[in-house]
């Protein structure tokens, strides 16, 4: 009988956290702006600003 892994942590963002993302020959960049214990705020290098919870791991 397999056995279930625990879930793993939220992540840990920080103002500054840079994430590069190539999609198949494009590529984005998008960083942290600020964070509160139950959202984030990222922005990219287009200049769009979003909020999103902190427990998800790709931002949009």
């Not at 994430?19 to 509160?36: A, I, N």
């Not at 139950?38 to 922005?43: A, H, I, K, M």
Request: proline share 12%.
């Amino acid at each position: 009988m397999a056995q279930g892994l625990a879930p793993a942590p939220a992540p840990l963002y920080a103002p500054g956290d840079t994430f590069v993302y190539d999609d198949g020959g494009t590529v984005t960049t998008e960083r942290v702006v600020s964070k509160s214990p139950d959202r984030v705020v990222w922005t990219n290098d287009s200049g769009l600003i979003w909020t999103k919870d902190p427990n998800v791991v790709t931002p949009r």
